[in-house]
């Protein structure tokens, strides 16, 4: 799942990245309005959590703007402003969640996790593929009751594969949702990370495999 954090203040921005990723979750981050609208504007996000006040460009601004553009995203605002009238102005113009700083993390990550359970699509808590199972809370991974130990970058990719059970992702697909937008992806990286994920998830259990090529498309995950 991949997540854009809109916040000025660096230490706040780079403690929140830092956590999530911490959580298997790919973090880009922006530092002023502009540069938050831009990336939420025309980058694939699956949350977006938005300061409130920006240089540039304000989080009420950004929110409008998106769903002026109908994008959908579902957004967290943070602000160190506590009135009602901030919170209901902020919701009103498109925010799913509104937090007041100071906030401790795992409020944060509970917040988070919350809002990607919301529909657009239903995000189940464990999500199933033939007899493997993604527990997105404990991050429990097991394949015919068998516990598989994954990294959290693998962890990532499987989720996200699962999500999409039986979509053909491409290798675009899957560099947008899993990595940062500023990380370094060689060519053949989803290559590997895909190799990794079979060596786990399918050599172990040869009777089926759940992980596909389509080859000149990509891959996906599901019972052929």
């Known amino acids: 799942m ?29 530092y002023d309005g ?23 460009m304000d989080g009420v601004q950004i929110a409008r703007k998106l769903r002026e553009a109908s994008i959908h995203t579902r957004i967290l605002m943070l602000t160190a402003k506590g009135q009602l ?28 996790k919350a809002l990607l359970r919301r529909p657009h699509e239903k995000k189940a808590e464990v999500l199933l593929v033939g007899d493997l199972s993604l527990n997105t809370i404990t991050k429990e991974v ?4 068998t516990p598989i130990r994954l ?5 990532a990719l499987l989720e996200y594969m699962m999500r999409n059970q ?22 053949n990286t989803v290559e590997v990370f895909i190799k990794y994920l079979r060596d786990k998830i399918d050599k172990p259990f040869p009777k089926t ?7 000149g498309f990509g891959y996906k995950i599901g019972i052929t």
Do not use: C
């Open 2 to 30: 991949r997540i854009l954090v809109v916040e000025d203040d660096h230490t706040i921005a780079n403690a929140i990245k830092e956590g999530l990723e911490q959580e298997s979750y790919a973090v880009d981050v922006a």
């Open 34 to 56: 502009e540069e938050g609208f831009s990336s939420a504007r025309f980058e694939d996000y699956d949350l977006i959590i938005l300061d409130l006040m920006l240089p540039g």
């Open 85 to 112: 009238s901030d919170k209901v102005n902020g919701l009103n113009t498109g925010a799913d969640d509104y937090m007041v700083k100071p906030f401790s993390f795992e409020e944060l990550l509970a917040r988070v």
């Open 142 to 145: 097991q394949r015919a009751d």
């Open 151 to 155: 990294s959290s970058k693998e962890y």
């Open 166 to 187: 039986g979509r053909i992702l491409s290798k675009n697909n899957i560099i947008t949702h899993v990595w940062d937008f500023d990380a370094d992806i060689l060519p």
């Open 209 to 215: 495999d759940l992980i596909h090529t389509v080859r």
